[in-house]
């Protein structure tokens, strides 16, 4: 701990996070990082993982910044970053809060226009990692054979109301026979 005072709200990366919040928690609210890059972190910076983060000091709220923004830098593995051999630059690179959906329906848009399988799939709504769509993955109404229903229900007795079900049909037959005349 710093003997900084304690801020209640700490801005990283574009973020608000709550300075009540453990910095390893807090580092997870960012979209992008998830608990072992946040754990990763905090341990190049060794910075403690149960201090809140309002207490930290400006400059480990700038350094964390800048691991963030630039993990490479800090030796992180590539295998570690959530782009790598980006399509467009080729390059290792690390998405991070809005990037990572607009970065997600630029390449669908691209496998669409490409006509790729994986292009239709998702265009159709299918599964595109190549799952078994015969019992799983079903949006909206039933596929297939539909199960037998219940039997409407039947008059077992003769009622009141068998005679008035048949004037409706003596009916709609003395309708007909009066438009021929």
Known sequence: MSTQEFRHIVRIVGNDIPGAKKAIVGLTQIKGIGYNFATAILDTLKINTNTN???LS???VQ???KLITNPVAGNFPVWFLNRRKDIE???NMHL???DIPFTLRNDIERERITNSWRGY???YGLKVRGQCTRTTGRKGGAVGVAKAGKAA???TAPTAAAPTAAKPAEVKKAAPA???K
């Open 53 to 55: 983060i309002g207490f």
């Open 58 to 60: 400006e400059s480990n």
């Open 63 to 65: 350094s964390i910044e």
């Open 89 to 91: 630059t080729g390059a």
């Open 96 to 98: 991070l809060t809005s």
């Open 121 to 123: 799939r998702h265009m």
């Open 153 to 155: 229900p039947t008059a």
């Open 178 to 180: 009066e438009k021929k």
